[in-house]
């Protein structure tokens, strides 16, 4: 197990370079850069003062000079500096993060914890109207586009009977302590969470609802329902574990984005995420601040993977085996 | 009768005296967009950065909404009759949020060291100054090479920020760790910044003008959405709603609400004026006459009443109403498509495709590109929308990849700052799209704005101003569009916010809540 683990990280770090040698040239490849969108904001500028942000900024070096300094610093655990917001990488990124982890995750909990349970419901009950609801909200929460569902959620739930609030992390300026901030947060939490969360909440039933269906067609299950084993233990014990695997694939999928925040929720209800910095950064040509986001992104979505691949061999046996 | 008529005055001067005692107290929730990259505003000069960071730094002046100069960090000033010499004298009991003494070192420090070197704009003011000096710690002197007519203009704190001697002196300016936690002599302190949140400024106790100011704290809140920005303000979480926060269709349903204003004042120093950048150089764009076919072809009035709420006037030519030295002796474009149809016949326009840039600011401007099309299309003109980001817009300015481009400038309240620069052949240069980008090149227009700006009395400079903008306006060298209306949007219990010509940016000084 320790050699199999070992082996994925030393392949991780080597894919890792690779994807921020991509994302660097991708980015070089865009048109604009940081110098000239920091002119362009001062309302006035002559080529001489750009020449020198760029000369400022490192951006005056051949591009794979740029690179290699680049990757020096990444490999030194130093993401760089962002000249635009004139901190650390590291530091903005650290600063986001809490926000995001807890909009990410809450959002990862609700969808597959009643994902997963409305799945198996639905597929207890095929047929049946039960089955027929869930399966019709499923795919009105699947087809609904994000954007939109926020904005309905908004006005609903913050304008119309003004219940919860509309945005932001918490409620700016009322100074809250202890529980009371914690609630505050709590409050804030809810719409974004939810509205982020309904998607996958979607998928994971549809999901579970097939694979439940399809597993409780094997014939080891035909064979325990002839030995006369109670149904709910068959749901529970035969069926529903070996139903698993396509979710936890998708679990490990979902968790891997975590981190990257969610641009469009974290943009309408102001949630001060690193979707939101990672956006940002790319409409302002950040390159340091924008790869840092990358870097951190990606490194999440090889160690989820690595995650998903231990699981997997706790789910199914066969597969330690192999 | 004359009784009744005192008894009214005297009514009218008590009501009005007690709407003018400032309250003391409270909180102001603010909407900031974009997030600021930061609040040292000697560095960053960007729209947000000035807003927010216009309660912390000050200039040595302010200005009025009609540009006339009035003390801020100095409290009088003289100017020579040869128009060479400015001596400002400045308050002796100015304190840096720090607790350390302003004095006239800070003045010189600033500058004629530390803007000259961050300050694009600035410094190109500055070349006319020969020398800064200070001869005593309250007395600051301006020598200049020549006489340079706006001179006056350009003290204003974005322009002219004024940052502490004792902490950048001898550092590197953009890496100081002092930028995170910005020191002024402005009316409110830096207390909080969570990016992405809000930023919190808080009450200056030790301000120099005596009670002000008012409010005990400024709570500027970062939205991203513009839709959100409108709920903030409908559900009563923000009260105050600078120009361009929200998208201009929302404007009227926000500004309906009850116990809701809205003025346009604010924005005569900026005189912001929208136009369409057309590339002299090459395609049908370099013909006079297309020029001026675009002229008529646009509906201006439509955009102003559909677009922008009414709010703003549709442009005359390269100065804007607010700004000195406008002319309205020029010729019109009013709408008038056969005028347009008959001018391209005229020069033979065979249907060649225009590309036209939408500025990538949002969704009015985005309509207003599809509106113009429209507009171009009815007399023939066969017209491309290009899409583009900001860093790409920035970008195929900078290199003159465009055949019609929007955008909109500001002119800092004086032709020689801000229009100049759009029209003189000296200023064609590749890499920057604030200089004259659409390659017009005309002699004569140069030798009148060179000598308007140098001129001593204003009304040799009017003169010159007028035959220039005449001149200009008959070439068409850019397609001129609407002196834009950036309405402020906040709780009618808000007082005396927008008193001076850069609006909110300063106005917190003044700025009261009416209980």
């Known amino acids: ?322 | 009768m004359l009784t009744r008529l005192t008894t009214l005055a005297a009514a009218l001067l008590v009501s009005t005296a007690l709407n003018a005692e400032p309250v003391t107290g409270g909180r102001a929730n603010v909407v900031i967009q974009p997030e600021p990259p930061s609040l040292m505003m000697g560095l960053v000069q960007n729209g947000p950065t000035q807003m927010v960071a216009g309660q912390i730094y000050e200039g040595l002046l302010r200005y009025d909404q009609k540009l006339q100069p009035m003390p801020q960090l100095a409290k009088s000033w003289d100017v020579s009759e040869d128009g060479l010499t400015y001596t400002f004298h400045l308050h002796d009991n100015v304190k840096w949020h720090d607790g350390k003494p302003f004095t006239s070192a800070d003045v010189v420090f600033s500058a004629d060291v530390f803007l000259r070197e961050t300050h694009a704009r600035l410094r190109t003011s500055l070349e006319h100054v020969e020398s800064i000096t200070a001869p005593d710690d309250t007395t600051v002197i301006f020598k200049l090479k020549e006489p340079f007519g706006p001179f006056l203009g350009i003290f204003e704190a974005g322009t002219m920020p004024m940052v502490p001697k004792h902490i950048y002196e001898g550092t590197e300016y953009k890496s100081n760790p002092a930028n995170n936690t910005p020191i002024g002599t402005g009316p409110f302190k830096f207390k909080e910044w969570v990016k992405g949140s809000h930023i919190l400024l808080t009450k200056n106790e030790d301000y120099y003008e005596e009670g002000k100011p008012y409010l005990d704290e400024i709570y500027w809140h970062i939205i991203p959405d513009a839709a959100s920005r409108a709920v903030a303000y409908e559900t009563g979480v923000v009260d105050i709603l600078p120009g361009g926060s929200i998208e201009n269709f929302d404007v009227q349903r926000v500004s309906e609400m009850e116990n809701t204003c809205i003025t346009d004042k604010g924005w005569e120093y900026f005189g912001p004026l929208s136009w369409m950048w057309l590339n002299n150089r090459e395609g049908p764009t370099a013909d006079k006459r297309f020029r001026q076919a675009v002229m008529y072809a646009m509906d201006r009035n439509f955009a102003r009443d559909a677009l922008w709420n009414g709010l703003g006037k549709v442009a005359k030519g390269p100065v804007s109403s607010s700004t000195r030295f406008f002319s309205d002796e020029v010729t019109n474009y009013d709408y008038d498509p056969e005028k347009a149809k008959a001018l391209l016949a005229e020069m033979g326009y065979k249907g060649e495709t225009v590309r036209l840039l939408p500025l990538p600011y949002g969704e009015t401007w985005q309509r207003w590109a599809e509106a113009v099309k429209q507009n171009l299309d009815e007399v023939g003109i066969n017209v491309e929308l290009v899409s583009t980001d900001v860093a790409g817009w920035n970008q195929k300015l900078a290199e003159w990849d465009y055949d019609i481009a929007f955008t909109y400038l500001y002119q800092y309240g004086d032709p020689a700052l801000g229009v100049a620069r759009t029209y003189l052949s000296t200023n064609i240069a590749k890499g920057s799209q604030w200089n004259n980008v659409e390659g017009y090149d005309n002699k004569e227009v140069d030798a009148l704005f060179d000598k308007a700006a140098v001129a001593v009395t204003a009304e040799e400079r009017q003169k010159l101003y007028t035959e220039v903008q005449q001149k200009l306006v008959d070439d068409v060298p850019v397609a001129w569009l609407l002196e834009l209306g950036f309405p402020t949007i906040y709780r009618c219990n808000v007082k005396d916010l927008v008193t001076t010509a850069i609006g909110v940016n300063d106005g917190f000084k003044n700025a009261y809540i009416e209980k």
Do not use: C
């Open chain 1, 1 to 322: 197990m320790l050699r199999f683990i070992l082996m994925r990280l030393g392949k991780a770090a080597i894919i890792l370079i690779a994807i921020m040698t991509l994302n660097f040239f991708l980015i070089h490849a865009a048109p604009g850069d940081p110098a000239a969108v920091m002119a362009g904001e001062a309302g006035a500028a002559d080529a001489k003062f750009i020449a020198q942000l760029r000369e400022q900024f490192g951006l005056d070096k051949p591009l794979l000079v740029q690179l290699g300094i680049y990757l020096k610093g990444v490999l030194q655990f130093d993401l760089g500096f962002s000249y635009r917001q004139q901190m650390p990488v590291s530091q903005l990124i650290l600063d986001r993060l809490p926000a995001t982890l807890l909009l990410t995750m809450t959002a990862f909990v609700i969808s597959l914890l009643l994902g997963t349970m409305a799945g198996v419901l639905a597929s207890a009950r095929v047929g049946k109207w039960s089955d027929t609801a869930i399966s019709s909200l499923a795919l009105l929460f699947y087809a609904t586009p994000l954007y939109w569902a926020a904005l309905m959620a908004v006005l609903l739930f913050s304008v119309y009977f003004n219940w919860l609030p509309g945005f932001g992390y918490e409620t700016v300026g009322a100074n809250y302590t202890g529980l009371a901030r914690a609630l505050d947060i709590g409050r804030h939490l809810i719409l974004p969470a939810t509205t982020l969360g309904l998607f996958f909440m979607a998928v994971y039933m549809r999901m579970t609802r097939a694979s439940m269906l399809e597993v409780s067609q094997l014939d080891f299950v035909k064979t325990a329902r002839a030995k006369g084993l109670k149904s709910s233990i068959i749901q529970r014990r035969h069926i529903f574990r070996n139903a698993m695997l396509p979710v936890v694939t998708l679990a490990g999928l979902q968790a891997g984005q975590l981190v990257g925040g969610a641009v469009l929720t974290e943009t309408v209800f102001a949630w001060p995420g690193i979707g939101r910095l990672m956006f940002e950064a790319l409409a302002q040509r950040d390159y340091n601040l924008l790869l840092g986001v990358f870097f951190v992104s990606a490194a999440m979505v090889l160690l989820f993977n690595l995650i998903t691949d231990i699981l997997y061999r706790f789910v199914d046996p066969r597969i330690r085996v192999a």
